[in-house]
């Protein structure tokens, strides 16, 4: 087999959808969980997409992932809530919550909505698509814990936080327009690019990594051959370190979920925590106005002359969707280990029905 293959996304969302179903899930949210992972995918984020289905089919297996939960209601007070995931697929039960805080925010013109204790919530920039779609507004902390964290603190030598995740997006200045979806996570790189490294023997680039002694390394086996290993660095040196701390404070701690401190709590599968703030832009005043400068600001930060003629000033949102027009009519790349363990994950639930690679 060639080291990578393509497949269509039509054909890719129907097997997809049948895996999720396998696992138990229910129509509905079998679409979801699909539809959620082929658009990461589309967007060029693979680190989020069908890369994990399999885990999420062990984790089902393994009883720590439940498929067709619904979220438990812990707190609500006017435009403020608390759910408890119960460990549900974090696509379904996420999107829930997200439809809740999107309706507060119409109400009273903002929200904050808390959920804790929820599988995987992948990528965070859907549910600010979701607000985005619904005119409004939306912030996004996040904190998650699967295993032994493995991001340091700025000036540490181990890890002690996992990638959590910031989102920001601003619904577009004129309909029919893009929004702004800046949606990242506070990791140099993202976690599995350093298994995907060390398994071809390559080096990972300069900045993202320290050994045990806290010195600089190239090399990802100071996170899956050393003992003690080293760990994984934020970005942006202090800066990305203090976003990712607040995502464990604002998420995890406030919420009264899992922190990455815990041990014990370590071996959940992959534990989300999320604050989201959803605001309505039209409560602050002159929503015109407001369109107009944001429609103006974009434009004026685009004209910059670019550095190289070849890659013009974007925004944050407008790389995903120049991918995903590329990758829908082009086809999705996916790599062959990560085809190999979907098409596996897929038969083992009696799944044969694998659609066609180029
Ligand atoms: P990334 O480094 O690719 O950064 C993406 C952001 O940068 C996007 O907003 C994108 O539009 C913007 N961007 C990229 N190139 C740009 C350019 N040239 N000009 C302007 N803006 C540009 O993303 P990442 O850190 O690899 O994160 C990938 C995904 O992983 C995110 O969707 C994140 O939510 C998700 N994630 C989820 C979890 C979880 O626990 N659920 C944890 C970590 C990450």
Redesign the pocket.
Known sequence: MTSEVRVDAGALHDLLRAVVAATGSAAQEAEQVATHLLEANLQG?D??GIMLLPRYVDHVREGKLHPNVTPEVIRQEGSLALFDGRMGYGQQVGRIAMDWAINAARTHGHAVMGLRNVH??????TYGEQAAAAGMISVHF?N?VSGAPAVAPFGGSDGRLS???V?VTIPPAVPGGQPL?????TSAI?LGKCRVAFNAGRAVPEGALVDAKGQPSTDPGVLYRDTPRGALLSFGAHKGYGLALVCEILAGALLGGATAWRPELRDRGIV?SWLAFVLDPARFGDIEAFRGELAAVIADVKASPPADPDHPV???????RITKARRLADGIPVDATTWGNLVAAARSLGINDVPPVR
């Open positions: 984020h680190s989020h995987h919530i992948g990528r965070v920039g996040v998650g990638t959590n995740p989102c979806v800046l949606d990242f996570a993202a989300n974007l925004v944050a949102g407008e790389k995903e």
